[in-house]
């Protein structure tokens, strides 16, 4: 009827606008008839008969609808004695308490770092030494053949050494850590850390759902900036966007975990190495996560001004995790998926790196130009110019930090040797120089930089501006250069380093 | 079609009644589907399980509100009819404004699912209900699925599901996602609402007379406003409410884009976010 009503559309209405005295009934079925109804009509007549009704009859409408559900649930539920609840109860109140509740959070986490340290090292070790034998191997068969040096130190000095290193450091303890980690998960026991951390979100003046987001980081930064759309507040949204970055992803913690296993712990007596292993990247974690408080609190005071809103979290009941689903998810999903992504960017930076060191300006690679180039800037962070190097040839992934580091000082001809990942220290140690302080402040600057390729796509598509994705860039690198360039000249201040 | 994967064999021992059927998981296979079914319900109550369960697909799931934000699709055959299900976002109601309810309620109101099976926690079925109401003032095509009936048991709790259906006006059916417990008789059901073979007269708030009449004024005008819009009584009540969401999804044209967008079987799209929702 709209159609074909159309063809007298203008001329109609407009008469009937203009006599206001027409009646409503009578206006309506015109434009009914002779016109299809603009949004705007629709809307203002909405309006129109809102002023119809009483008042309170947008409660009458929520409240009908509560009292409904109740009437009907009380009906169809009857309670035949409470067994289990009382126990569910009884955790609650133990992991959720005022005074146990954050250490109960720090002691599960340390003890799942714990038992990655402890069960990683061997395998890794032993994973190192098969992958190299192959290389060597493989070298030895290419040069039989006659193939032209720089062929296999491409394929494999280059490449392939990056694939190994990045299996081997990674593997082990991935394939630990994850299968604890979705445990945990699937018990319920993410959103018991959302409540024992929401007031401090609030102090941030940040959203309490908050924490599930982090939460989700720990597995990977760019699923906790999706996740991030639970939470309702634009404003909080954003915070918990740009702040999700300092909890270390799936990706970064193997990173920390062997630098806390073989270069930290290392210091201490054998009988405590594991603990001080677990305890440094438990640190670590303490530490991104206050600045995950800190710099929410900054942003809510500054560019993203606000209170932070309310919300109810649902504690859900504990459930029994089921196994099976467990070990594919966290094997499969998790582990093969980071450790893929990770080769794929691992072979391409091992050419880069085999090509860096092999092409000779003067009479140093050009992998010692940048690094020397760089070596001032690192010194002031307490760093060096090889491990910055790494860092940027790492920016597509940042799981082959420290792979791509070894792989830079052994591509720099500095260390000629294939060494285990126990013998690593020594290397490092005696031969270029590194400290405590090195291992320190490399950790934190794992902990605190940028956000990998993957994460800063994640966060431009989220919140559809270039200018927060770049952000998220400058508050993560900023923080880490401020951070350790802090601790690197106290510690020299107090000659510790 | 592979008919030798993955058939899940039924609990009811009778092989002549009509509930001995097949279900074939079909997983990504989303393309040439007869029907659209779509999960809703409240985060945390076993919809992802019971997608996993349907489709043979690996989504997410997680002991914790939230896990699902985008929307995934899978495929299921049952009795020869293809289905695509579509697990949505868990919602607490569809009044809200955050993103991830509002693809639930998007799809709910414009991608006019031949049904939707509002799974529900049988341990917390009241607050289940607030959502269950909203969506059957939504569309009729509605099946409650009482979800962890074995949960509820062993925490003390029998739910009647007959007083449920009866209460709603649309079928509910106790299972239990994890097990399998009951997923044959849901399937059937959700099939007998589709086909027409089970009437469904959905429980509505009726309000005062006044509230009727407004109602009743509105909807012709939103019908010939956006043309093949469903749910027109819905948009009334909410532009009643001065829903500002809807205001504005009217005012842009979103709603008519939405309507047209949806309609289409867009498969390409479909399997996109299916891979999406398998990592």
Redesign the interface.
Known sequence: M?RDGRWQKGKDVRAIRSHPEISREKR?KH??QKQ????????A???E??G???SG??D??VK???S??????????????????DLDQKIDRLVTSPIFGLPIMLLLLAAIIWVTVIGANVPSDLIARALFWVEEQAAGLFDAWGLPWWVTGFVWHGVWRGLAWVVSVMLPPMAIFFPMFTIL????Y??RVAFNLDFLFKKAGAHG?QA?TMAMGFGCNAAGV??T????SPRERLIAILTNNFVPCNGRFPTLIMLGTVFVAAAFPPAFASFVAAGSVVAVVVIGVGFTFLMSWLLSRTILKGEASAFT??L????RP?IL?IL??SLI?RTL?VLWRAIQTAAPAGAVIWILANIHLGDASLAQHIADFLDPFGYLLGLDGVILLAYIIAIPANEIVVPTMLMVYMGTGMMTDLPALSELKTLLVDIHGWTMLTAVNLMLFALLHNPCATAILTIYKETNSKKWAALSVVITLGTAFLVTFLTATVARLLGWA | MNTDNMNIKPSEPCETCPAFTHLEQMGLKVENFDRVVALAGNPNTGKSTLFNTLTGLKQHTGNWPGKTVTRAEGGYQFNGVRYKLVDLPGTYSLLSASQDEEVARDFILFGQPDCVIVVTDATALERNLNLALQVIEITEHVVIAVNMMDEARRKGLDVDTRSLARDLGVPAVPISARTGEGIHALLSTVAGVIEGEIKTRPHRAEGTPEFQRAVAELVPLIEAAAPGIPNARWLAIRLLDGDAHVERALRSGELAELVARQRRADTRFSRKMALQGQQ
Do not use: C, W
């Open positions: 709209n309506n434009v009914m299809q109804p603009t949004p705007e009509d629709v809307i007549k909405a309006a008969l809102r119809t009704l009483s009859f947008r009458e409408i009908s609808l509560y409904e559900a109740e009437r009907i649930a009380r009906r169809a539920v009857k309670h035949i004695g409470e067994r289990r609840y998960e699937d018990l319920g993410l959103p759902k599930l999706v996740a759309r639970v939470i309702d979290l649902e859900p009941p504990y459930r089921n689903r594919y998810t999903d998926f």
